[in-house]
T-cell receptor
Framework: GQQVMQIPQYQHVQEGEDFTTYCNSS?????IQWYKQRPGGHPVFLIQ???SGEVKKQKRLTFQFGEAKKNSSLHITATQTTDVGTYFC???????????WGAGTKLIIKP | EAGVVQSPRYKIIEKKQPVAFWCNPI?????LYWYRQNLGQGPELLIR????????DSQLPKDRFSAERLKGVDSTLKIQPAELGDSAVYLC??????????FGQGTRLTVV
């Protein structure tokens, strides 16, 4: 079936280091959404990208949608303890309104 | 604005017993989703409603799971009978169209 592959599964960083998670698909995506889920919490919608090559920023977070609309990335600059959680990408692939979710990347701040 | 409200927050039941979850979506949101999330995994869609119509229930185990969305607002998800493998967090989400689903806090179900 249709899949969105997300890597890495985990990323351990020192506070202040950068973090990046990637989502890839073998087929063209109509859009990509990003969510954050804190430990013990529920997914919280961050942003949606729809245009080829689109780049959006939210403070220290930068979201990119590839030119071919087959990949996307979320980059966090200078991580803080408040960034801890799992970041998910999701897409309705070919606009059939069925959101397909990546497996998530867990951001862990080293003590 | 109130967010998506789910109840109960936690539920522990014995296997073979029935259980029901309730969701009140954000006012005006026509799309409602029920997801199941196992520990360390992403949400898995069970059913999606557009208003009162279930438009995608392909992942719903229909032998034991049922859902309804009366008057296109509140929704209930029922499991009867529950099995040990049903232990998970059940998340309700709503959206206006498909842009950005807003999630409730979920119901953590433990089947013993």
């Amino acid at each position: 079936g249709q899949q969105v592959m997300q890597i890495p599964q985990y990323q351990h960083v020192q506070e202040g280091e950068d973090f990046t998670t990637y989502c890839n698909s073998s087929t063209t995506l109509s859009n990509i959404q990003w969510y954050k889920q804190r430990p013990g919490g529920h997914p919280v919608f961050l942003i949606q990208l729809v245009k080829s090559g689109e780049v959006k920023k939210q403070k220290r977070l930068t979201f990119q949608f590839g030119e071919a609309k087959k990949n996307s990335s979320l980059h966090i600059t200078a991580t803080q303890t408040t960034d801890v959680g799992t970041y998910f990408c999701a897409s309705d692939m070919d606009s059939n309104y069925q959101l397909i979710w990546g497996a998530g990347t867990k951001l862990i701040i080293k003590p | 604005e109130a967010g998506v409200v789910q109840s109960p927050r936690y539920k522990i039941i014995e296997k073979k017993q029935p259980v029901a979850f309730w969701c009140n979506p954000i006012s005006g949101h026509n799309t409602l989703y029920w997801y199941r999330q196992n520990l360390g995994q992403g949400p898995e869609l069970l059913i999606r409603y557009e208003n009162e119509e279930a438009v995608d229930d392909s992942q719903l185990p229909k032998d034991r799971f049922s859902a309804e969305r009366l008057k296109g607002v509140d929704s209930t998800l029922k499991i009867q009978p529950a099995e040990l493998g049903d232990s998970a967090v059940y998340l309700c989400a709503s959206s206006l169209g498909l842009v950005g689903a807003f999630f409730g806090q979920g119901t953590r179900l433990t089947v013993v």
